[in-house]
């Protein structure tokens, strides 16, 4: 069973320019996650799906950061403008949701800007 | 709200055991987590516990102490491949939202 995948792996930008991450989640999980990492930090929640439904962004700074998951399945995640301070590795992780169960974590994409 | 401290680094000889601690504050108990990351990679589930005692998993163990809000990860015969961060989470809002506390970046020498 394919994990959780993201692209892309690596993105360099600069300040002020847009940047996008996509993430697909396991077949099946229904609860989708964005994290933010910085180095030699534990992982940061951003936001959390239940299926096309965002119902927890409030850790998300809206006023440059978007996010999307039309039907359920996919999702992205963008900013726009990016600042130096948005270095970081954005990780997506999935779940089935509505109990104890762990998260999986896809591998990230490791954002520069410069 | 939620507070977790863990040691910011620590090094172990291969096939020695290392035991890292992880003390938690929060308002509501689910559970806590470890996971292992290494350098550039993904954050891996390793244990989950809810009730107090020690859970072995083969050469990893976890134990919770609710009542004190501590729990530990023991590695037993290391091996230069568990070289890497140990991240201790708990559960907030319900199940469905993890919070990490900074990581543990364990060296394991020859």
């Known amino acids: 069973e394919a994990g959780v995948v993201q692209s892309p792996r690596y993105k360099i930008i600069e300040k002020k320019q847009p940047v996008a991450f996509w993430c697909n989640p396991i077949?099946?999980?229904?609860?989708l996650y964005w994290y933010r990492q910085n180095l030699g930090q534990g992982p940061e929640l951003l936001i959390r799906?239940?299926?096309?439904?965002?119902?927890?962004d409030s850790q998300l700074p809206k006023d440059r950061f978007s996010a999307e998951r039309l039907k359920g399945v996919d999702s992205t995640l963008k900013i726009q403008p990016a600042e130096l301070g948005d270095s970081a590795v954005y990780l997506c992780?999935?779940?089935?949701?509505?109990?104890?169960?762990?998260?999986?974590f896809g591998q990230g994409t490791r954002l520069t800007v410069v | 709200g939620q507070n977790i401290d863990q040691p910011t680094e620590m090094t172990a000889t291969e096939g020695a055991i290392v035991q890292i601690n992880c003390t938690y504050q929060?308002?509501?108990?689910?559970?806590l987590f470890w996971y292992q990351q290494h350098a550039g990679e993904a954050p891996t589930f390793l244990s989950y516990?809810?009730?107090?005692g020690l859970e072995e998993k083969g050469r990893f163990s976890s134990f919770l102490s609710r009542s004190k809000g501590y729990s530990y990860l023991l590695l037993k015969e290391l091996q230069m491949k568990d070289s890497a961060s140990y991240l201790c989470?708990?559960?907030?809002?319900?199940?469905?939202?993890?919070?990490f506390g900074a990581g543990t970046r364990l060296a394991v020498h020859p």
């Open positions: 799906y239940e299926n096309e439904e965002a119902v927890d």
């Open positions: 929060t308002s509501g108990f689910n559970g």
């Open positions: 989470a708990v559960p907030s809002g319900g199940y469905n939202k993890l919070i």
């Open positions: 077949s099946g999980h229904n609860t």
């Open positions: 516990n809810v009730l107090d």
């Open positions: 992780a999935s779940n089935q949701g509505g109990g104890e169960t762990e998260a999986f």
